[in-house]
């Protein structure tokens, strides 16, 4: 059974605090994503990766940064966590021949 | 730039009823279309895919080049079909990348 697992379900944070998202993948997948889901607004591309160290911007990456230092595992870091930033968070991975494989998700509260 | 748009944030139809979920892209190259779903509860899973080009829980979906379309269907709706539909295309030059449209809410009635 194929795995994609984000490290937290539920976080709590304050305004101004630096927030670790962690994302970790079994399938040795390629390419993994960051996105941020809103109502109304679907999911909307922060960053992806598309191999180890390399990174590229998605729709909307103000305020974060990402770090892909192990093919399994890629973070999501806010540097400086604000209100706005208040969202589901998902993780995914796929490979160029499948389909994306979706993390459970993490519902952050920035506070 | 790669794009998509599903122009209905809700969609409600009784059970029985044919049902429509739209989706339209923009792509300059050779896109791969995708529906994800998400029931209550649940992480986003794939519905289907347009290169296999089959049906799963009944829905179909074509890709339609000329109008840049990509709509989902099912003709006879179920209750446990409500849930968060989202279309979603995957680019061929651009490492992958995954763009997902707004979503539609699908809610079938008794």
């Known amino acids: 059974d194929v795995k994609v697992t984000q490290s937290s379900r539920y976080l709590v944070k304050r305004t101004g605090e630096k927030v670790f998202l962690e994302c970790v993948q079994d399938?040795?997948?390629?390419?993994m994503f960051w996105y941020r889901q809103d109502p109304g607004l679907g999911l909307r591309l922060i960053y992806f990766?598309?191999?180890?160290?390399?990174?590229e911007k998605g729709d909307i990456p103000e305020g974060y940064s990402v770090s892909r230092e192990k093919k399994e595992r890629f973070s999501l870091i806010l540097e400086s966590a604000s209100t706005n930033q208040t969202s589901m968070y998902l993780c995914?991975?796929?490979?160029?021949?499948?389909?994306?494989?979706f993390g459970q998700g993490t519902r952050l509260t920035v506070v | 730039a790669q794009r998509v748009t599903q122009p209905e944030k809700l969609l409600s139809v009784f059970k029985g009823a044919p049902v429509e979920l739209k989706c339209n892209y923009s792509?300059?190259?050779?896109?791969?279309l995708f529906w994800y779903v998400q029931y209550s509860r649940q992480r986003l899973q794939l519905l289907l895919r347009?290169?296999s080009r089959e049906s799963i829980k009944g829905f179909t979906a074509d890709l339609n080049k000329g109008e840049t379309s990509f709509h989902l269907k099912k003709p006879f709706a179920q209750e446990e079909d409500s849930a968060m539909y989202y279309c979603?295309?995957?680019?061929?030059?651009?490492?992958?990348?995954?763009?997902f449209g707004q979503g539609t809410i699908l809610t079938v009635h008794p």
């Open positions: 995914a991975s796929q490979s160029q021949n499948t389909e994306a494989f």
């Open positions: 399938m040795d997948h390629e390419n």
């Open positions: 990766s598309y191999d180890v160290k390399m990174k």
């Open positions: 792509y300059s190259g050779s896109p791969e």
């Open positions: 347009h290169i």
């Open positions: 979603a295309l995957r680019g061929g030059t651009s490492y992958g990348k995954l763009t």
